[in-house]
């Protein structure tokens, strides 16, 4: 029932306490992966606003008026939270004219419609009553005086869905399909059948459902609907959904109705498949509804689907006798007796095993205790987990009988609404008659973490976050949060603010307030800094700041404005995946009804650099995009600059073609694309699109067709064009040209047509007059150069459902250049993997093999891993090449024992291995990992232990071995805490590219929080080459410091030197350092000064006149960047380019440049280098910019 504002309120009324309403709303489970039932308060204030409010914290606060007062109640926790529609009131305060929906802030795309005098009017794209974050679904049809009419359909993430028509009295007739109430992501269930022209249900009706990721929905279900005097009845033989369906709980009821409609003999709970797992019978009756009688098998709707309940109804359809829950179908877990009392209805009596309402597979928890004859609890209640077959006590307390029923007594542990086996989260404090008084304990995995207030008292509180690294600490009375209240993180105070009671109900935050984005990075934290007003609606100012390494920078923010806190005037926001090599911002402008309008960018911060990227317009209106825009890929990152550029319609949707491109070394390079029909934003006919694990190192696409209705179909195939070109070839053979002339390289052989085998050679002796004498030539390299690389895979999608079919060769996550591993293996005509996979790796040296590496079984059903496998590891590649070899259990996780394998000498060697818990699929034992990026040159081993929480505790060694040694020798290492598994004391650390030339390694220590303090050292080959002080409270960088560059080597052994303030901030001058080493080997004993500029004292930007490197800056491509910033850290003016070929006297002579426009954006004629520029290849290019082609 859809519960109306005016059922609540005469807005007419003086009374001051007008109603209050407590109201089940749902709300998604993320553990469970499900909408579950929680419980709100829906009041009503003396100046009329309607205030949602849950736990004492405000939800939503809203104005009531004429126009508001026939609006339905809000039933979802997130439209209470997000969801607020715009418009305009017309004097006679009924709505008039256009109403868009926001939803967190920002307009949702095209939903909306006209209004007049109140009532929808006309063309409207609205959204589906349980509209969430999960079902973002639309209707578009028309209205008129508020009943729909005509023709309407949903669309959901792109797809058209048809609906039906709607006759002039708003009734549904003729064909529809139908969403199910609690249609949602997991859950894309709809009806299929006809409606007559009184708008009931008639004839054959099928209930269809679409797989997660799939695209087609397939039938499931249905029956027949027959039409009576009094409306409609199912009647015969139906095969309908459970109450709690969903993906991974694919369950029907199938059984048969009478001619009342009614359910009689044997149903079944039946798998999809068609596996019959449960059920009973009904007994029909002349005047009632039938009941459910004998024995039955049923379904707990809130509980896992492995989750049964046995039992029995007597012929009153009463619950008798004893009933059992069983686990995985046969296994009891629980349950225990009903008795039937005077009034027809049965209770639980005697001892019981009751199943905690959050139990699944990680959190078996169970409370034993008894009921007494009149079905109340009593005496002790203890909560039980079950952990690897054993029951371990972990809670629980005592019951007394009082009138009115029982309550809690004394001392209680209870679990947190988030308890798991590896997050065991417990409160511990007292009850009186019910009610929690005093302050709570709240312990994680048994170590005490803060402490929590009743609601009932007045006391200091401390609250946490799901990350347990922020806490929340102030002041809670009657549940409501009041005075200060401090955000700390690890323990520093990072933001905080004040909150107000609001008259006796609620409190609200008022004043200058600093809050944290809770999506928390290690190292990177995200504030923001403004005010509430007096209604503790966001007001004025706020500005986003980025914490890194404990520095911050402000990097956006903008002006709010009025009661729905709108976002007005010039915004600089954060993209939704901001991260760290992902750190995108959007800077544009929104209109007084907060609607973007106009031109925005989209720039990338790199190296302290905003780099204009993206972007296109706004429409003035929807807040919508139009016409051409350059997008970013969902997965853009530094490494893999990927963006879309095409054209929208006026109605937001992609339309034509759209091409797009990769981003290298300030190239935009064409690789891929295809064609959007013109109306329904849905891609159409032949495209190359990229593979999910694109990157630099793995230009991969797949190249298909869609079909009109926007599905994959037929064959796709992957493609990976890796160019190196011919001049790779002709670099790779002068790299070692030297001054007599002589070239120190030949092609050996063409191997194919796409790689040669290349001899390089180079000679030892000493020059003499500028030649060499006593020369010996010395083989150091002899490989593959790989100018074109064409790689194929792929497989069959089906030409309906859009699903992969059949055979397939796809790859592996990890794919790269040197990691060209594929797995090959079949999918069922559901789209889910089976059968035996197997996995290859194709060599890319010597014999340029494909060879076998491993494989393994997926489950038939589920489509899960399981059995012995044996699978690449996530470092594959010809150096390193690594099996791992361990076993699957039935729910697709790793148990038991696996170990790693080693092939650098054709024997396999076990390296590595440990053991993962045969329920939960985590590490705990000792353990002898590899090191991300192990390799034939860096073979570095990490050895230590995992508590049975899988977080590492103890110490933890760090041991290394040079492809010519025969023995490992501990280089590194350091302590873990035993409980938060921290590091803590003395560590060595390695340089995250240690290799073999690269054997960097940093030296200090960690305090009990984790950070950083003191002095530490930056190490090569034992000697100190770097290193400054860490702030001992806030852990940031202070001070004087000597930092490497990021692509240090022997050939680029440049360092920077200057000076972090106490915030942690780079300031003033400072300088970069080079030594010199070339091929040979020789080397400069020194470090010279080749570059130098300015830091402001505030912002840690870039300003004045700078000298810097060329990104590719080595021995042999000496090139560095002289020009200006602004005081906005932008690029300004006149930048040349300059080269030095001589490592002695380091002359720098100008080989290019040009202009740089406001936003460090190229324009006009400028001269820049190829990516492959060297001394022995000095290629560049003549371009001009204009500001629409940067």
Same mark, same amino acid.
């Given at each position: 029932?859809?519960?109306?504002?005016?059922?609540?309120?005469?807005?007419?009324?003086?009374?001051?306490?007008?109603?209050?309403?407590?109201?089940?709303?749902?709300?998604?489970?993320?553990?469970?992966?499900?909408?579950?039932?929680?419980?709100?308060?829906?009041?009503?204030?003396?100046?009329?606003?309607?205030?949602?409010?849950?736990?004492?914290?405000?939800?939503?606060?809203?104005?009531?008026?004429?126009?508001?007062?026939?609006?339905?109640?809000?039933?979802?926790?997130?439209?209470?939270?997000?969801?607020?529609?715009?418009?305009?009131?017309?004097?006679?305060?009924?709505?008039?004219?256009?109403?868009?929906?926001?939803?967190?802030?920002?307009?949702?795309?095209?939903?909306?419609?006209?209004?007049?005098?109140?009532?929808?009017?006309?063309?409207?794209?609205?959204?589906?009553?349980?509209?969430?974050?999960?079902?973002?679904?639309?209707?578009?049809?028309?209205?008129?005086?508020?009943?729909?009419?005509?023709?309407?359909?949903?669309?959901?993430?792109?797809?058209?869905?048809?609906?039906?028509?709607?006759?002039?009295?708003?009734?549904?007739?003729?064909?529809?399909?139908?969403?199910?109430?609690?249609?949602?992501?997991?859950?894309?269930?709809?009806?299929?059948?006809?409606?007559?022209?009184?708008?009931?249900?008639?004839?054959?009706?099928?209930?269809?459902?679409?797989?997660?990721?799939?695209?087609?929905?397939?039938?499931?279900?249905?029956?027949?609907?027959?039409?009576?005097?009094?409306?409609?009845?199912?009647?015969?033989?139906?095969?309908?959904?459970?109450?709690?369906?969903?993906?991974?709980?694919?369950?029907?009821?199938?059984?048969?109705?009478?001619?009342?409609?009614?359910?009689?003999?044997?149903?079944?709970?039946?798998?999809?498949?068609?596996?019959?797992?449960?059920?009973?019978?009904?007994?029909?009756?002349?005047?009632?509804?039938?009941?459910?009688?004998?024995?039955?098998?049923?379904?707990?709707?809130?509980?896992?689907?492995?989750?049964?309940?046995?039992?029995?109804?007597?012929?009153?359809?009463?619950?008798?006798?004893?009933?059992?829950?069983?686990?995985?179908?046969?296994?009891?877990?629980?349950?225990?007796?009903?008795?039937?009392?005077?009034?027809?209805?049965?209770?639980?009596?005697?001892?019981?095993?009751?199943?905690?309402?959050?139990?699944?597979?990680?959190?078996?928890?169970?409370?034993?205790?008894?009921?007494?004859?009149?079905?109340?609890?009593?005496?002790?209640?203890?909560?039980?987990?079950?952990?690897?077959?054993?029951?371990?006590?972990?809670?629980?307390?005592?019951?007394?009988?009082?009138?009115?029923?029982?309550?809690?007594?004394?001392?209680?542990?209870?679990?947190?609404?988030?308890?798991?086996?590896?997050?065991?989260?417990?409160?511990?404090?007292?009850?009186?008659?019910?009610?929690?008084?005093?302050?709570?304990?709240?312990?994680?995995?048994?170590?005490?973490?803060?402490?929590?207030?009743?609601?009932?008292?007045?006391?200091?509180?401390?609250?946490?976050?799901?990350?347990?690294?922020?806490?929340?600490?102030?002041?809670?009375?009657?549940?409501?949060?009041?005075?200060?209240?401090?955000?700390?993180?690890?323990?520093?105070?990072?933001?905080?603010?004040?909150?107000?009671?609001?008259?006796?109900?609620?409190?609200?935050?008022?004043?200058?307030?600093?809050?944290?984005?809770?999506?928390?990075?290690?190292?990177?934290?995200?504030?923001?800094?403004?005010?509430?007003?007096?209604?503790?609606?966001?007001?004025?100012?706020?500005?986003?700041?980025?914490?890194?390494?404990?520095?911050?920078?402000?990097?956006?923010?903008?002006?709010?404005?009025?009661?729905?806190?709108?976002?007005?005037?010039?915004?600089?926001?954060?993209?939704?995946?901001?991260?760290?090599?992902?750190?995108?911002?959007?800077?544009?402008? %929104?209109? !007084?009804?907060?609607? @973007?309008? =106009? *031109? #925005?960018? $989209? &720039?990338? /911060?790199?190296? +302290?650099?905003?780099?204009?990227?993206?972007?296109?317009?706004?429409?003035?209106?929807?807040?919508?995009?139009?016409?051409?825009?350059?997008?970013?890929?969902?997965?853009?990152?530094?490494?893999?600059?990927?963006?879309?550029?095409?054209? %929208?319609? !006026?109605?937001?949707? @992609?339309? =034509? *073609? #759209?091409? $797009? &491109?990769? /981003?290298?070394? +300030?190239?935009?390079?064409?690789?891929?694309?295809?064609?959007?029909?013109?109306?329904?934003?849905?891609?159409?006919?032949?495209?190359?699109?990229?593979?999910?694990?694109?990157?630099?190192?793995?230009?991969?696409?797949?190249?298909?067709? %869609?079909?009109?209705?926007?599905? @994959?179909? =037929?064959? #796709?195939?992957?493609?990976?064009?890796?160019?190196?070109?011919?001049?790779?070839?002709?670099?790779?053979?002068?790299?070692?040209?030297?001054?007599?002339?002589?070239?120190?390289?030949?092609?050996?052989?063409?191997?194919?047509?796409?790689?040669?085998?290349?001899?390089?050679?180079?000679?030892?002796?000493?020059?003499?007059?500028?030649?060499?004498?006593?020369?010996?030539?010395?083989?150091?390299?002899?490989?593959?150069?790989?100018?074109?690389?064409?790689?194929?895979?792929?497989?069959?999608?089906?030409?309906?459902?859009?699903?992969?079919?059949?055979?397939?060769?796809?790859?592996?996550?990890?794919?790269?250049?040197?990691?060209?591993?594929?797995?090959?293996?079949?999918?069922?005509?559901?789209?889910?993997?089976?059968?035996?996979?197997?996995?290859?790796?194709?060599?890319?040296?010597?014999?340029?093999?494909?060879?076998?590496?491993?494989?393994?079984?997926?489950?038939?059903?589920?489509?899960?891993?399981?059995?012995?496998?044996?699978?690449?590891?996530?470092?594959?590649?010809?150096?390193?090449?690594?099996?791992?070899?361990?076993?699957?259990?039935?729910?697709?996780?790793?148990?038991?024992?696996?170990?790693?394998?080693?092939?650098?000498?054709?024997?396999?060697?076990?390296?590595?291995?440990?053991?993962?818990?045969?329920?939960?699929?985590?590490?705990?034992?000792?353990?002898?990992?590899?090191?991300?990026?192990?390799?034939?040159?860096?073979?570095?081993?990490?050895?230590?232990?995992?508590?049975?929480?899988?977080?590492?505790?103890?110490?933890?060694?760090?041991?290394?071995?040079?492809?010519?040694?025969?023995?490992?020798?501990?280089?590194?290492?350091?302590?873990?805490?035993?409980?938060?598994?921290?590091?803590?004391?003395?560590?060595?650390?390695?340089?995250?590219?240690?290799?073999?030339?690269?054997?960097?390694?940093?030296?200090?220590?960690?305090?009990?929080?984790?950070?950083?303090?003191?002095?530490?050292?930056?190490?090569?080959?034992?000697?100190?080459?770097?290193?400054?002080?860490?702030?001992?409270?806030?852990?940031?960088?202070?001070?004087?410091?000597?930092?490497?560059?990021?692509?240090?080597?022997?050939?680029?052994?440049?360092?920077?030197?200057?000076?972090?303030?106490?915030?942690?901030?780079?300031?003033?001058?400072?300088?970069?350092?080079?030594?010199?080493?070339?091929?040979?080997?020789?080397?400069?004993?020194?470090?010279?000064?080749?570059?130098?500029?300015?830091?402001?004292?505030?912002?840690?930007?870039?300003?004045?006149?700078?000298?810097?490197?060329?990104?590719?800056?080595?021995?042999?491509?000496?090139?560095?960047?002289?020009?200006?910033?602004?005081?906005?850290?932008?690029?300004?003016?006149?930048?040349?380019?300059?080269?030095?070929?001589?490592?002695?006297?380091?002359?720098?002579?100008?080989?290019?440049?040009?202009?740089?426009?406001?936003?460090?954006?190229?324009?006009?004629?400028?001269?820049?280098?190829?990516?492959?520029?060297?001394?022995?290849?000095?290629?560049?290019?003549?371009?001009?910019?204009?500001?629409?082609?940067?």
């Amino acid at each position: 029932m859809n519960l109306m504002l005016s059922s609540l309120i005469d807005l007419k009324s003086s009374n001051k306490e007008l109603n209050i309403q407590e109201q089940e709303v749902d709300q998604l489970d993320k553990n469970k992966y499900k909408f579950v039932k929680i419980k709100i308060f829906q009041k009503i204030t003396q100046d009329h606003q309607i205030i949602y409010e849950k736990d004492g914290v405000i939800l939503r606060r809203e104005q009531l008026n004429e126009a508001s007062i026939n609006s339905e109640l809000l039933s979802n926790i997130e439209q209470i939270k997000y969801l607020y529609w715009q418009g305009q009131v017309g004097l006679n305060k009924k709505k008039n004219g256009r109403w868009i929906a926001t939803w967190n802030g920002k307009a949702l795309k095209n939903v909306g419609g006209y209004y007049q005098d109140g009532f929808k009017h006309g063309q409207w794209i609205d959204i589906i009553k349980n509209f969430n974050s999960q079902a973002q679904v639309i209707q578009i049809g028309e209205y008129y005086n508020d009943i729909k009419r005509g023709k309407w359909y949903y669309i959901y993430i792109n797809n058209k869905i048809d609906g039906g028509y709607y006759n002039y009295e708003g009734q549904k007739i003729g064909k529809w399909l139908d969403l199910s109430d609690g249609f949602w992501t997991n859950q894309q269930v709809i009806y299929e059948g006809e409606y007559n022209n009184r708008g009931w249900k008639k004839g054959r009706w099928d209930i269809m459902y679409c797989q997660l990721e799939a695209e087609v929905f397939k039938q499931i279900g249905g029956g027949i609907y027959v039409e009576q005097e009094q409306g409609s009845k199912k009647i015969g033989k139906w095969i309908e959904q459970w109450e709690g369906f969903r993906a991974k709980a694919q369950i029907n009821f199938i059984g048969e109705y009478n001619i009342k409609g009614e359910k009689k003999g044997r149903w079944d709970f039946c798998k999809v498949r068609g596996t019959k797992i449960g059920g009973g019978s009904y007994l029909e009756q002349e005047i009632d509804s039938s009941i459910k009688i004998g024995k039955w098998v049923e379904f707990l709707k809130g509980f896992d689907v492995k989750v049964t309940y046995y039992g029995e109804y007597n012929m009153q359809g009463q619950k008798v006798g004893r009933w059992d829950f069983c686990y995985n179908w046969n296994k009891q877990i629980g349950g225990g007796s009903y008795d039937v009392q005077e009034g027809d209805f049965s209770i639980k009596t005697g001892r019981w095993v009751d199943l905690w309402e959050g139990f699944k597979d990680d959190a078996k928890v169970f409370f034993n205790g008894k009921y007494n004859q009149s079905g109340m609890k009593v005496g002790r209640w203890d909560i039980l987990l079950n952990y690897d077959g054993k029951n371990k006590q972990i809670g629980g307390g005592q019951y007394d009988v009082q009138e009115g029923g029982s309550q809690k007594l004394g001392i209680w542990i209870e679990l947190d609404e988030d308890f798991t086996q590896v997050s065991q989260v417990t409160l511990q404090g007292e009850y009186n008659n019910g009610i929690k008084i005093g302050l709570w304990k709240m312990f994680k995995n048994e170590e005490f973490i803060e402490y929590r207030s009743a609601p009932s008292e007045t006391r200091k509180m401390i609250k946490s976050t799901k990350n347990f690294d922020i806490m929340y600490y102030g002041l809670l009375i009657d549940n409501k949060k009041v005075g200060r209240w401090d955000i700390l993180y690890q323990d520093q105070l990072i933001g905080g603010g004040v909150y107000e009671i609001l008259g006796r109900d609620s409190s609200i935050k008022i004043g200058k307030w600093i809050e944290l984005l809770e999506d928390i990075k290690k190292d990177q934290k995200v504030t923001f800094i403004g005010e509430y007003n007096i209604n503790g609606e966001k007001a004025g100012r706020w500005d986003i700041f980025l914490n890194q390494n404990g520095r911050n920078k402000s990097i956006g923010g903008g002006s709010y404005y009025g009661s729905l806190e709108l976002k007005i005037g010039r915004w600089i926001e954060l993209w939704e995946d901001f991260g760290e090599n992902r750190q995108v911002t959007y800077d544009g402008e %929104y209109n !007084t009804n907060g609607i @973007k309008i =106009g *031109r #925005w960018d $989209i &720039f990338l /911060n790199q190296k +302290g650099q905003n780099k204009l990227i993206g972007g296109g317009f706004f429409d003035g209106s929807l807040d919508i995009k139009i016409g051409k825009w350059i997008d970013l890929w969902e997965n853009f990152a530094e490494n893999k600059q990927v963006i879309y550029n095409g054209e %929208y319609n !006026t109605n937001g949707r @992609k339309i =034509g *073609r #759209w091409k $797009i &491109f990769l /981003n290298q070394n +300030g190239q935009n390079k064409l690789i891929g694309g295809g064609s959007y029909d013109n109306s329904l934003n849905m891609k159409i006919g032949q495209w190359i699109e990229l593979w999910e694990g694109f990157s630099t190192k793995a230009t991969v696409t797949l190249a298909g067709e %869609y079909n009109m209705q926007g599905k @994959k179909i =037929g064959k #796709w195939t992957f493609i990976w064009d890796q160019d190196k070109g011919n001049q790779q070839i002709m670099m790779a053979l002068q790299i070692l040209r030297q001054v007599s002339g002589q070239i120190c390289g030949k092609i050996l052989r063409k191997i194919n047509k796409l790689s040669i085998m290349v001899n390089i050679i180079q000679m030892v002796g000493r020059q003499v007059d500028g030649r060499y004498s006593q020369i010996l030539k010395e083989k150091i390299y002899q490989g593959n150069y790989f100018y074109q690389i064409n790689f194929s895979g792929g497989g069959s999608y089906d030409n309906s459902q859009g699903i992969k079919i059949g055979k397939w060769t796809e790859l592996w996550d990890n794919f790269e250049a040197y990691k060209q591993v594929t797995y090959i293996g079949e999918y069922n005509n559901n789209g889910q993997k089976v059968g035996e996979w197997e996995i290859w790796f194709q060599q890319t040296w010597g014999k340029k093999e494909s060879k076998y590496i491993g494989g393994g079984e997926y489950d038939s059903c589920l489509g899960f891993q399981i059995g012995r496998w044996k699978e690449s590891w996530i470092g594959y590649q010809g150096g390193a090449n690594i099996i791992l070899n361990g076993k699957y259990n039935m729910q697709g996780k790793k148990a038991g024992c696996w170990d790693g394998f080693s092939n650098f000498d054709g024997q396999n060697n076990l390296i590595a291995g440990g053991s993962y818990d045969n329920f939960l699929g985590i590490k705990i034992g000792r353990w002898r990992e590899l090191r991300e990026g192990f390799s034939y040159y860096s073979q570095v081993i990490l050895i230590g232990e995992y508590n049975i929480q899988g977080i590492k505790v103890g110490r933890w060694d760090i041991i290394y071995k040079k492809p010519n040694q025969r023995e490992f020798k501990l280089i590194g290492g350091g302590q873990y805490d035993s409980v938060s598994g921290i590091k803590f004391g003395q560590w060595i650390e390695l340089w995250e590219k240690f290799f073999e030339y690269k054997e960097i390694t940093y030296h200090g220590e960690y305090n009990l929080k984790g950070m950083k303090v003191g002095r530490w050292d930056i190490q090569k080959n034992d000697q100190l080459i770097g290193g400054g002080q860490y702030d001992s409270i806030l852990g940031g960088k202070i001070g004087r410091w000597v930092e490497l560059d990021e692509g240090f080597s022997n050939q680029k052994q440049v360092t920077y030197i200057g000076e972090y303030d106490k915030n942690g901030m780079k300031i003033g001058r400072w300088d970069i350092m080079y030594k010199w080493r070339d091929y040979d080997g020789y080397q400069n004993k020194n470090y010279e000064k080749i570059g130098n500029g300015s830091y402001d004292n505030s912002q840690e930007i870039k300003i004045g006149k700078w000298v810097e490197l060329w990104e590719n800056f080595e021995y042999g491509s000496q090139v560095i960047y002289m020009g200006e910033y602004n005081m906005n850290g932008m690029k300004v003016g006149r930048w040349d380019i300059m080269f030095s070929d001589s490592h002695i006297n380091q002359e720098y002579k100008q080989i290019g440049g040009g202009l740089q426009y406001t936003f460090s954006v190229k324009i006009g004629k400028w001269i820049v280098l190829s990516s492959e520029f060297t001394k022995w290849n000095k290629k560049s290019y003549q371009i001009e910019y204009n500001l629409n082609e940067n």
